[in-house]
């Protein structure tokens, strides 16, 4: 992932109901869905509970064969027992089958070699011993109706859990599709940044920018209340404002953020300037 878009991982509170919901997911084997706009952070949450930030690259550019030496990858698998799965713009279905099967495979895999990390020689993986408990969707509005199908074989087969992430909307879509959605456990709302937890993402941001935020001083309040109404509590709304504002004050030579340095970083955003 890019570095400069993504900044340093921050535990907010939906992050943690998110790995609740998908810790129940996994223990019930359900169907869950996880919902929310666009930049809240649920494509980040997910790939945090699934470590896929560390494990994806290995799992992708497999080059192992009967069992895996990165220790530390096989650890956080076991842990987490989830294959995070993004399906491609115009993927076939013949794609989805042949790079999750795959995926699946390799996270069985490490997992495996953790399991057995004290056994000495190579191993057989019998079909007995699934370690894979749950797999995760992202952008599941791009999967075809085909391709849920598919998904739906494989949780009622392997028994495992799945979640499928997506926007607001995509629970109406699935429901016209009983099968899938007969097996729906819980839908799960992912809501933007509020109150406190705003205002803490936000000193985070201050101090970066190497200033202090005094929520006694009226100017920032006034820029607090602006940038939350601006952002709605939008995470990557919240990263690009912050992207402008400290260019506006590097360019002015300002060391205080202003209602006026946050109405002109918002001029300059496509979204979020209502
Ligand atoms: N917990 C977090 N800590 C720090 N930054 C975060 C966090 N969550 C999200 N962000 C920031 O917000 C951006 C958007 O997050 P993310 O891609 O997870 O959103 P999303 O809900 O998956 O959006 P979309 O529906 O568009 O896929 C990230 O690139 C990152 O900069
Ligand atoms: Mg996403």
Redesign the pocket.
Known sequence: MNGE??????A?KE?RRFTEFAEAVRKHRYVGLCY?A????????ARRYAHWDVAGPVIEAWNGCGRSKEKKINEALSRSRTVFHTPTVLGTLRDLKDTLGEHIDRVDTCIDSHVHRDAKGPRVITHEEFHVEMLIFD?AERLSVTALEFIRDIFDRRGVGVILIG?PGMEKRLSRYPQLYSRVGFAHH?RPLQGDELSFVLTRHWRKLGLALDEADFTDTQAIASIARITGGN??LL?RLFVQIERILKINGLSVITDDVVEAARSTLVIGAA
């Open positions: 878009r993504v900044g340093t991982f921050i907010t992050h929310g666009a930049g809240v952070g649920k494509t980040l949450s952008e926007m992912y995470f990557r990263h």
